[in-house]
């Protein structure tokens, strides 16, 4: 059965464990998405909670530059929705590495991103197994010091984890605690190793996505990674070429840097999205969820002060991740489902 947006909201409500008590904080862009914005107001209704609606002029970043921060609606908007309990953020690029995010998840109050088509949204909904399976994840990022990357493809690749304050993203898709964000869908893991401590080479092959792009590498690409940053990029086809066309027009050595790290686990994420969907209807969350990949992105890093809309998020297929000497992803295949961690 295909539900309604509205309630696909009211499920993910309940998720989030809204009560009458409560008000939603509904931040979009004005005129777009709209009907995102009717549904999550309709959801809140349905279920006896407040509901807020905040339009701010725009909020998203371009995705090529020129670029310069404006955040003159940000004072405004932080009044109004940090008085709500949970914020929906259905923005076109998510507020997902802006100050307003930290700023109303420092409050205690909850925060929920939203992009994708419903049916993705309904197909990969959360639920408590997935949440259990990515907070084991959590604990044993908690106690790795090397992340290791390697592939039959040739990538090598280590970043150092062994700080007792890595940030961790923990990523299920609801959000039931307070000062929590996420992305409604998500399943997966993820952390920010010690800036500038990767190293290695990277080699995307056919298969790999490169986000936000939506694009599917059709020709094998080699990055090499020295001390956190991208030194070289070689390859004979068009993504090569692209990817160093990307990084150049920003003018800026700080988009070559490597940031988030971790993997894909939810079980119900399918590389072939990207093919079966338009892909320029959808946000990327189901590539970056699908169990067993390896997923690394760059630029913007707010936990290294690297404030930068160029921020690529790179699932890829076939990889082995070890944190130390524990294989989480042996050749693409989740090893560490909670399962799995009481065998
Ligand atoms: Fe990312």
Known sequence: ????????????????????????????E??????????????????????????????????????????REVPALLAGAGNCDLVIDVTVGGLIHSSVR??????????????????????????????????????ILKGGKVMKVTSAAGTHLTYDIASPDLPITRQWGFVDEPGRWDHWPSGFIACFPRDRSANGQIVLQPGDVVIPWQRIIQTPVTLT????????ITGEGPEAFLLRDYFARWNDPEVYALSHAGWGMHP???WTALDVYDPRSLYGQELRSVAGNFMWSTGSNRFANRETPAHLDIPMRGCTVMIDDRAVVVDGQLQCMTEALAA
């Open 268 to 270: 119900m994420a399918s």
């Open 225 to 232: 990674v020295k001390d956190g940053f991208i030194t070289e």
């Open 30 to 71: 004005l005129g777009k998405k709209t009907e995102y914005v009717e549904a999550a107001v309709a959801a809140a209704r349905s279920l006896g909670a407040g509901a807020l609606v905040l339009g701010a002029s725009s909020l998203s970043n371009p995705t090529l530059p020129p670029y310069t921060s404006d955040g």
């Open 1 to 28: 059965m295909t539900m309604s947006l509205t309630e696909l909201f009211i499920k993910q409500y309940q998720l989030c464990g809204l009560t009458d008590k409560e008000t939603v904080g509904v931040i979009y």
């Open 102 to 139: 930290t700023n109303i998840t420092g409050q205690g109050k909850r925060m929920l991103f939203v992009a994708e088509p419903a049916d993705v949204l309904e197909r990969l909904m959360g639920d408590d197994t997935l949440r259990r399976d990515v907070d084991a994840a959590a604990e």
